[in-house]
C-alpha cells in the first residue's frame, strides 16, 4: 500500500506561481511513475504530468506544456508540480497518483494510488 500527501495549493492570483507537493510512504516509491491530475467543479478528472520513475521521461497536457513542470525526488519520496503563469481556468483540486510500474500514463485508470487532493484556485 502506497500513501500520497498532496501539499502546496492555495489562493493566487492569475499569472502567479504556485508549487504543490506530493510526499509518498509505504513502499519503494522509486519504484513508481507519479502522476498529477486535477478536477475543476462540474468536470472530470483530467491528467496534468507525469513523471518516470527516474525522472527521465516528463509528459504533459498540452493545456499545461511550457507553464507546469513535474520533478521527483527520490530520497525524499515527494514529487513536485511546479506552476508558472496560473490562469482562472487552472482553479481545481490537484491530485497525486502514483502508478506500480516505472513508466509513465496519461490515463487516470492506470494509476493504482491517489492522494486526498489539494485546492488550487486562480483569480482573476
Known amino acids: 500500500q502506497v500513501r500520497l500527501v498532496e501539499t502546496g495549493g492555495g489562493l493566487v492570483q492569475a499569472g502567479g506561481s504556485l508549487r504543490v507537493s506530493c510526499t509518498a510512504s509505504g513502499r519503494t516509491f522509486s519504484n513508481y511513475a507519479m502522476g498529477w491530475f486535477r478536477q475543476a467543479p462540474g468536470k472530470e478528472r483530467e491528467f496534468v504530468a507525469a513523471?518516470?520513475?527516474?525522472?527521465?521521461?516528463?509528459i504533459y497536457a498540452d493545456s499545461v506544456k511550457g507553464r507546469f513542470t513535474i520533478s521527483r525526488d527520490n530520497a525524499k519520496n515527494t514529487v513536485y508540480l511546479q506552476m508558472n503563469s496560473l490562469k482562472p481556468e487552472d482553479t481545481a483540486i490537484f491530485y497525486c497518483?502514483?502508478?506500480?510500474?516505472?513508466?509513465?500514463?496519461?490515463?487516470?485508470?492506470?494509476?493504482?494510488?491517489w492522494g486526498q487532493g489539494t485546492q488550487v484556485t486562480v483569480s482573476s
Open positions: 513523471v518516470s520513475w527516474s525522472g527521465g521521461i516528463r
Open positions: 497518483a502514483a502508478r506500480r510500474v516505472i513508466n509513465v500514463s496519461y490515463y487516470r485508470y492506470d494509476y493504482d494510488y
